[in-house]
């Protein structure tokens, strides 16, 4: 069966279906950019939109369906469901309460407030597009958020984790609470109110200790070298060991970092060292995807076999099973593979190896890609389901 | 397979066949016959002559830039280009245009002050002020050995509004404002550089051509507009347009309530002096905007000395005085709000779409190329040129009535031609007047048969057919991005 698009837009597509030599079907889809749904909505096209519009659906630069409205200067990328915009170095004031949210209780919990120097910011957002009432308005849905040594200046320029808490350790913010529908709201709905809110959810919505892997992966990091970095400023210096596989860390470390953070001026904020970000939300997933997938890879790498396929199977025959003990017995002359004594492993080598330990981190074109995939890698399913769908009822008609 | 015109509904038995249709007025002929409205004695077997005689040498322009003889004896030459509608598997095709509408992340940045973009591709990008270094060719004949510059003087560019049509970079619009952009009110003036238009449009020098065209394609607009905006801030200006400033003080009146722009008209001699110790008495005597008025090299001259002895604060109050202006003089419209500015941009979003007609070839092919999975066939850009003769060319001086004038019909064979016997090494001699044609093998070593062919149709100056084709392909070359409004005319087939 072949398919010819007749006439197309960025959410429409009308095409012409050959379903045998004789006859053709013409129908018309909604491609919806957001579900990624391809849904018939008539049978027969009875007009024929002008070409124009098909080959604008085309055209790079038409993703933006309506006046961005003005924007503050910082816009650096715009399409239709993304926008990226930097900020200058800056002070801003960072408000914690130091609980977790289950048990925070917001009459009596004090938030304690930090004015601290930003370095150059980079913010990724995704929003959404809603039409109401025949006008098409802008929310912010996602934000990622990053350090920069300058202003971008280049598509492989280097990005930094955020070391503050609720930021996932790739940039992601996690999203924060809303008292009411007016946060969400008050903004006016185009690009300027997008960059505010997005601005707002990581500056003014606060933050508590539900994620504080970024805080303990820079501690972790630069403990033993301390120099330009937030650690140097500490009044007393810093002599604990951080685990580089700790995720959570307690309020006295965030207020310690915070407390340290203060005291530098915002001149000296950009010559600050900061660490680079995990490929996975988290470090920790980095770790275990290490040990799960590359720790083959990484024994071969050395000339050591690998440990984590052993056929425990060959243990039916070529062990006993002690019931009292409630496990096998090896046989003294047992000479399988799983038998033999196990190699420590290196995890700090393995994680070298797999490029998670020290961090590789992100430029900003990855960050972009990986802020985006997590749409396509989605779409890519639902889309071919639906194309059989509309296959089966081109032919079913 | 039959044909109609734009915007008709089509039979579905004849979707398959379905073709775009791309007509254009051949750059290579606009510009020869532009360029010989000039010189054409230097080619005294062009027919021209004989145009020019029967109809008052009056020159049409044509509103897309070119020049046109409003007569009906001038042979015109067309060029047709031909493509298929988009064909092939539904899971191809929609994966296809899944990827564009999704595409690959693109590594280009926006400018650092990018304030507001429209649908229609229209950038808006601002900057703060900045010195510049007056850089006037004051001498008329831009082709003298020895063309004087005016003095170098320093001057301050107050905050630009620059409004760039990526599709289209002979659209460009720098305006002048005392602040930034904070809201649709926002008062703009055009620019009072020299080479600025009324409107805001700046009048290029051809070198922008040479900006690549692979950035182009990518729609990198920081580098795009970096070119542009320091291609005309660096200078190499001329006298070639009226001053702004000139037609903003025609009829003004210094007043108590704009200081500046009182000081601007009465110049301090004392601090001139000072700051120009080699201006003479008589010099300092004469120098008043009055007297400056009777050239435009004496107008730019005046203004320049001005604003050089102004601080920048006293710059921007100069704008913002301007700002204050009527929005129009003497029927004129001189300054804007940012609002109309907007506007003015979707009054003209028509030609934006037309232009975006090049934008999708490149982009479908680009996937193409990107995903093995699809093949040539996917999406069959076929492109060959047909050169249509004995045309009445009085409905050809502008692209509305080449829209509404030029019968399709008469494409009707060649199309069935080219689609059993495709070649791209063919070019068609289409006869309008009685739909017959012959084909042109542009491999073939060129006799002097089809070159006299040619010639006595089109009356192309060419030493041969070779060169013609060699210096129309070198301007389309050339010209595919600024000349894009002259695409003409998409229409199904």
């Known amino acids: 069966m072949a398919i010819s698009i007749l006439t197309s837009n960025a959410n429409n597509v009308s095409v012409k279906v050959n379903y045998n030599q004789d006859s053709s079907y013409i129908s018309s889809f909604v491609y919806n950019n957001y579900s990624n749904d391809l849904q018939q909505i008539a049978g027969e096209l009875d007009r024929v939109v002008p070409v124009t519009d098909f080959v604008s659906s085309f055209t790079k630069n038409n993703y933006i369906v309506k006046d961005t409205g003005i924007m503050p200067p910082g816009l650096l990328y715009a399409t239709k469901k993304y926008l990226v915009f930097e900020k200058p170095p800056c002070y801003e004031n960072v408000s914690i309460i130091y609980k977790q949210v289950d048990n925070i209780d917001y009459d009596c919990d004090e938030e304690s407030i930090y004015r601290i120097p930003l370095p150059w910011q980079l913010y990724i957002v995704k929003y959404h597009e809603i039409k109401n009432e025949n006008q098409i308005e802008y929310y912010t849905t996602d934000v990622r958020m990053y350090f920069m040594k300058t202003s971008l200046m280049h598509p492989d320029q280097e990005m930094f984790m955020v070391p503050i808490p609720n930021f996932y350790s790739n940039g992601d913010l996690c999203r924060p609470f809303f008292s009411d529908m007016d946060d969400v709201e008050k903004y006016s709905k185009d690009f300027a109110g997008v960059i505010q809110s997005a601005y707002d959810w990581v500056w003014n919505s606060g933050t508590n200790l539900d994620l504080t892997e970024t805080v303990a992966k820079y501690y972790s990091f630069y403990q033993d070298k301390p120099e330009n970095t937030i650690l140097e400023k500490f009044a007393v210096p810093f002599t604990h060991e951080i685990g580089k596989e700790n995720y959570y860390i307690g309020d006295s470390y965030v207020a310690a970092l915070f407390k340290a953070w203060e005291s530098i001026d915002l001149h000296e904020i950009s010559n600050i060292n900061w660490v680079k970000n995990s490929q996975n939300p988290r470090f920790y997933s980095d770790f275990s995807n290490a040990r799960t997938n590359l720790i083959g890879e990484y024994l071969q790498s050395i000339d050591q076999s690998s440990q984590t396929h052993r056929n425990l199977d060959c243990c039916d025959s070529c062990s006993e099973y002690d019931d009292e003990q409630d496990e096998y017995i090896n046989s003294e002359d047992c000479e399988c593979e799983c038998h033999i004594p196990e190699t420590p492993i290196d995890y700090d080598a393995l994680y070298a190896f797999a490029g998670v330990w020290p961090p590789k981190g992100f430029t900003y074109l990855e960050a972009l890609a990986s802020f985006m995939q997590e749409d396509s890698e989605i779409s890519h399913y639902s889309l071919l389901r639906h194309i059989r769908n509309i296959e089966d009822q081109v032919l079913m008609s | 397979m039959s044909l109609s015109g734009k915007f008709t509904n089509i039979d579905p038995r004849e979707a398959t066949s379905s073709y775009l249709i791309n007509v254009n007025l051949d750059s290579a002929s606009t510009v020869v016959h532009s360029a010989l409205t000039s010189s054409y004695y230097n080619y005294p077997n062009y027919p021209l002559s004989l145009a020019q005689s029967s109809t008052d040498d009056q020159v049409v322009n044509d509103f897309l830039g070119g020049y046109w003889y409003d007569t009906k004896q001038v042979p015109t030459l067309l060029t047709v280009d031909v493509s298929s509608i988009f064909s092939g598997k539904t899971e191809d095709v929609v994966y296809a ?397």
């Open chain 2, 97 to 493: 245009h899944k990827q564009m509408i999704y595409p690959k992340v693109d590594p280009s940045l926006l400018p650092i002050a990018t304030r507001y973009i429209t649908p229609e591709g229209y950038y808006f990008i601002e900057r703060p002020p900045f010195q510049v270094e007056v850089d006037l060719y004051i001498t008329k004949n831009r082709y003298s050995d020895n063309r004087k510059k005016m003095n170098p003087y320093k001057v301050w560019i107050p905050w630009t509004l620059t409004i760039l049509n990526p599709h289209d970079l002979s659209d460009v619009k720098i305006m002048f404002s005392h602040k930034s952009l904070s809201s649709m009110e926002d008062v703009y003036s055009p620019s009072f550089l020299p080479n600025s238009y009324m409107d805001g449009r700046i009048c290029f020098a051809s070198s922008l051509s040479q900006l690549s065209v692979e950035n182009i394609d990518k729609k990198d607009i920081r580098y795009i507009y970096s070119i542009v905006f320091n291609e005309f801030m660096n200078g190499g200006w001329n006298l070639d347009l009226t001053p702004n400033l000139y037609r903003f003080f025609q009829q003004y009146q210094p007043s108590e309530d704009h200081p500046i722009l009182s000081k601007f008209l009465n110049p301090d001699k004392i601090l001139l002096k000072k700051k120009y110790p080699k201006m003479t008495t008589r010099q300092l005597e004469n120098f008043n905007f009055q007297a400056s008025t009777r050239s435009y090299g004496s107008v730019f001259n005046y203004f320049f000395t001005q604003l050089s002895t102004f601080s920048l604060d006293e710059t921007l109050e100069f704008y913002k005085e301007i700002s204050e202006f009527p929005s129009n003089i003497r029927y004129h419209k001189c300054t804007y709000s940012f609002e109309e500015l907007v506007n003015i941009i979707k009054k003209n979003s028509k030609i934006t779409t037309v232009s975006s007609y090049e934008n999708f070839s490149s982009t479908v092919q680009d996937i193409l190329a990107q995903n093995s999975k699809l093949d040539q066939s996917f999406f069959l850009y076929e492109s060959f040129p047909v050169i249509v003769y004995n045309i009445d060319s009085t409905n050809l001086s502008s692209s509305f009535r080449l829209r509404h004038y030029f019968d399709l019909s008469s494409l009707h064979e060649v199309l069935d031609h080219y689609m059993n016997n495709p070649s791209k090494n063919k070019i068609y001699l289409l006869d309008y007047v009685t739909s017959k044609f012959s084909v042109v093998d542009i491999q073939k070593i060129v006799t002097t048969d089809y070159y006299d062919f040619l010639k006595s149709k089109i009356g192309a100056p060419y030493e041969s057919f070779e060169s013609y084709i060699s210096f129309k392909n070198d301007l389309f070359a050339k010209t595919a991005y600024t000349s894009s409004n002259s695409s003409v005319q998409e229409s199904l087939v």
